[in-house]
């Protein structure tokens, strides 16, 4: 485990406290922790977590289908 000493301005802290009381978290090393969590979920590029190349993995073996007009076919046009 890291450990690192972290300065907030009083805004930032007021949020780790809000995010610490509304999850029932113990500390605001926890906070912090959801708050990195959370970032990842909604921001990284999928490609980056091991869950999307195992979906991805599963993805390849499923049948293809032949499409002449993608637009016609997905009711587009």
Do not use: C, W
């Not at 000493?5 to 906070?31: P, Q, T």
């Not at 959370?38 to 499409?67: F, S």
């Amino acid at each position: 485990m890291v450990q690192a000493v972290v300065n907030f301005n009083e805004h930032e802290n007021r949020i780790i406290n809000i995010v610490k009381g509304k999850f029932g978290l113990r500390n605001k090393s926890e906070a912090i922790e959801y708050i990195i969590n959370e970032y990842e979920k909604e921001h990284l590029e999928p490609e980056l977590r091991p869950e999307y190349i195992e979906k991805m993995k599963e993805r390849q073996k499923e049948e293809t289908v032949k499409v002449k007009d993608s637009r016609k076919h997905f009711g587009l046009s």
